[in-house]
T-cell receptor, first 113, second 115 residues
């Protein structure tokens, strides 16, 4: 069976500090990978998606970047965090064919102070 | 562009009562539709999906949803609410993108169960 991991679970970082959130998937190959942000009391905003190693598409201009150095690894980064980067970050994967339903990780709660 | 509207940001029902969460969508292509549930501080869990075929789909935890093309709706129901159903529910529609399918989510409906 497939499993998706995210870490860390929670993170408190000062404004201006760097960020690295990691997501890995087990039990499947060549997944599509996604990063979402969920602000308090709001829906999900798609930040990035990737259909293969090194292939990153950005949905919204922002202070964040993403990378996919390995088939089942997806990293969300920032060089300098802003207060507005606070939120709940969710990684998801889907198969590369079919209905493309997405399966979500447990999330990372980021608080920028 | 695809979009999803969930009617009612908060729904409250009594334990044992019918649960009905409403979702309407807009799609320029035959849609794939999904319902997800999110418990506090957790990721989203897939409840059920509609792709093709039977318009009444059954999911986990006793939930089901019916795809009605003429009404562009995909409402989620459960005959008898349980306290453990209290959570946030998201409806989503697929949006084709190159090599993948983006999901467009509604704003969510928070379900409260009264004892």
């Amino acid at each position: 069976s497939q499993t998706i991991h995210q870490w860390p679970a929670t993170l408190v970082q000062p404004v201006g500090s760097p960020l690295s959130l990691e997501c890995t998937v087990e039990g499947t190959s060549n997944p599509n990978l996604y990063w979402y942000r969920q602000a308090a009391g709001r829906g999900l905003q798609l930040l990035f998606y990737s259909v293969g190693i090194g292939q990153i598409s950005s949905e919204v201009p922002q202070n964040l970047s993403a990378s996919r150095p390995q088939d089942r690894q997806f990293i969300l980064s920032s060089k300098k965090l802003l207060l507005s980067d606070s939120g709940f970050y969710l990684c998801a994967w889907s198969r590369d064919r079919g209905a493309y339903e997405q399966y979500f990780g447990p999330g990372t709660r980021l608080t920028v102070t | 562009a695809q979009s999803v509207t969930q009617l009612g940001s908060h729904v409250s029902v009594s334990e044992g009562a019918l649960v009905l969460l409403r979702c309407n969508y807009s799609s320029s292509v035959p849609p794939y539709l999904f319902w997800y549930v999110q418990y506090p501080n957790q990721g989203l869990q897939l409840l059920l999906k509609y792709t093709t075929g039977a318009t009444l789909v059954k999911g986990i935890n006793g939930f089901e949803a019916e795809f009605k093309k003429s009404e562009t709706s995909f409402h989620l129901t459960k005959p008898s609410a349980h306290m453990s159903d209290a959570a946030e529910y998201f409806c989503a529609v697929s949006d084709p993108i190159q090599g993948a399918q983006k999901l467009v989510f509604g704003q969510g409906t928070r379900l409260t169960i009264n004892p």
